[in-house]
T-cell receptor
């Protein structure tokens, strides 16, 4: 079974600075998808970024980028120019390969990010 | 547009009540999901409907009964719940079950309290 580990329960960063959230996973599959979701106090889970395992290029969405190291099974999220609105719980998630029907997301335990003004 | 709506936002019910949670999406997504999330924990999958058929049931107690009347609507019927069932219930949908673009988008959740 796949597992996802987020080793940082809490992190904090000064506004406008850069922070990196860590995520490692364990799988025997060669093709899969990885996601970062954020969940602010409003509760809604919001997709931040997605990475396909077969792509070597790291995904980027505006101020958010990932460092995907397939061999090391590592998938970290970098937030540049941190803003107060980035404060949230961040979940790393894994999804099994395609062509196997709807699959569940396997989530890490989450990292609570605080932005200090 | 990646909007998934859920009603109600909050629900308080007694252990003998029967209530339902509703989830709706109009994005043409063909898979819909129910998750349960306890405080400070990640979401846990309960059910998945793929093309309006139940495809995954994560051994959820029978006091939770899902229903997918059509491709846009997902219900979760609740009966004889226990206080430990109090949680945030999240609905999600994805466009192409198992396919290349299968990314799950979540609704805002229903906060359920069982007295």
């Amino acid at each position: 079974a796949q597992t996802v580990t987020q080793s940082q329960p809490e992190m904090s960063v000064q506004e406008a600075e850069t922070v990196t959230l860590s995520c490692t996973y364990d799988t025997s599959e060669s093709d899969y998808y990885l996601f970062w979701y954020k969940q602010p106090p409003s509760r809604q889970m919001i997709l931040v970024i997605r990475q396909e395992a077969y792509k070597q290029q790291n995904a980027t969405e505006n101020r958010f980028s990932v460092n995907f190291q397939k061999a090391a099974k590592s998938f970290s999220l970098k937030i540049s120019d941190s803003q107060l609105g980035d404060a949230a719980m961040y979940f790393c998630a894994y999804r099994s390969p395609r062509n196997q029907g709807a699959q569940k997301l396997v989530f890490g335990q989450g990292t609570r990010l605080t932005i200090n003004p | 547009d990646t909007e998934v709506t859920q009603t109600p936002k909050h629900l308080v019910m007694g252990m003998t009540n029967k209530k339902s949670l509703k989830c709706e999406q109009h994005m043409g997504h063909r898979a819909m999901y129910w998750y349960k999330q306890k405080a400070k924990k990640p979401p846990e999958l309960m059910f998945v409907y793929s093309y309006e058929k139940l495809s995954i049931n994560e051994s959820v107690p029978s006091r939770f009964s899902p229903e997918c009347p059509n491709s846009s609507l997902l219900n979760l019927h609740l009966h004889a719940l226990q206080p430990e069932d109090s949680a945030l219930y999240l609905c999600a949908s994805s466009q192409d079950p198992g396919g290349f673009t299968d990314t799950q988008y979540f609704g805002p959740g229903t906060r359920l309290t069982v007295l």
